[in-house]
């Protein structure tokens, strides 16, 4: 989204501390792993990303964190109106570097040109990317469905199985 301070984001510090991509005051870093990070976020800042959603449906999105603090909190908004995730935890990853991701399954999105706005309840941590998956994975009928490709949405929504852990390990 465009727009600066207060329009596209909200950033405490006044320059951008990873001095990469972007002249404005948004923390950005190269990612060694490849690509970019958003980083140094605190309590307080916030990021909006214009989404155009194909489909009204349930989703499950995915925020790949990275940090070396053991309190830190995000909330996913859409339209600056509605609670997406509610307060989710962001786990100490170990090393800033090291990403992990924090999941929301089951969140609804209409169809149509949004905003997603991306909250920082609690610093510090960056992250890389927001993933967004559809829940219901449709596949064309005839065709090949292969067993593997069942909907997502964890136990009970897209699968039951009778154990706890996934014996092949794939």
């Given at each position: 989204?465009?727009?600066?301070?207060?329009?596209?984001?909200?950033?405490?510090?006044?320059?951008?501390?990873?001095?990469?991509?972007?002249?404005?005051?948004?923390?950005?870093?190269?990612?060694?792993?490849?690509?970019?990070?958003?980083?140094?976020?605190?309590?307080?800042?916030?990021?909006?990303?214009?989404?155009?959603?194909?489909?009204?449906?349930?989703?499950?999105?995915?925020?790949?964190?990275?940090?070396?603090?053991?309190?830190a909190?995000?909330?996913?908004?859409?339209?600056?109106?509605?609670?997406?995730?509610?307060?989710?935890?962001v786990?100490?990853?170990?090393?800033?570097?090291?990403?992990q991701?924090?999941?929301?399954?089951?969140?609804?999105?209409?169809?149509?040109?949004?905003?997603?706005?991306?909250?920082?309840?609690?610093?510090?941590?960056?992250?890389?990317?927001?993933?967004?998956?559809?829940?219901?994975?449709?596949?064309?009928?005839?065709?090949?469905?292969?067993?593997?490709?069942?909907?997502?949405?964890?136990?009970?929504v897209?699968?039951?199985d009778?154990?706890?852990?996934?014996?092949?390990?794939?």
């Open positions: 989204i465009t727009g600066g301070e207060g329009v596209a984001y909200h950033e405490t510090t006044e320059e951008n501390i990873g001095g990469v991509l972007r002249g404005d005051s948004v923390d950005i870093r190269n990612n060694p792993k490849g690509g970019t990070a958003v980083g140094w976020n605190q309590t307080g800042e916030w990021f909006k990303y214009n989404v155009s959603i194909k489909e009204t449906g349930l989703y499950n999105v995915q925020l790949n964190t990275a940090t070396t603090f053991n309190s909190k995000v909330r996913l908004w859409l339209d600056d109106e509605t609670d997406l995730t509610g307060v989710l935890d786990p100490n990853t170990g090393d800033w570097n090291n990403w991701p924090v999941i929301k399954e089951g969140i609804k999105l209409p169809e149509g040109e949004h905003t997603i706005k991306v909250e920082i309840v609690e610093g510090e941590f960056d992250f890389n990317s927001l993933d967004f998956s559809s829940f219901d994975i449709h596949k064309p009928v005839p065709g090949i469905i292969e067993a593997e490709e069942y909907n997502l949405g964890g136990e009970g897209g699968y039951h009778n154990t706890v852990e996934n014996s092949g390990d794939k």
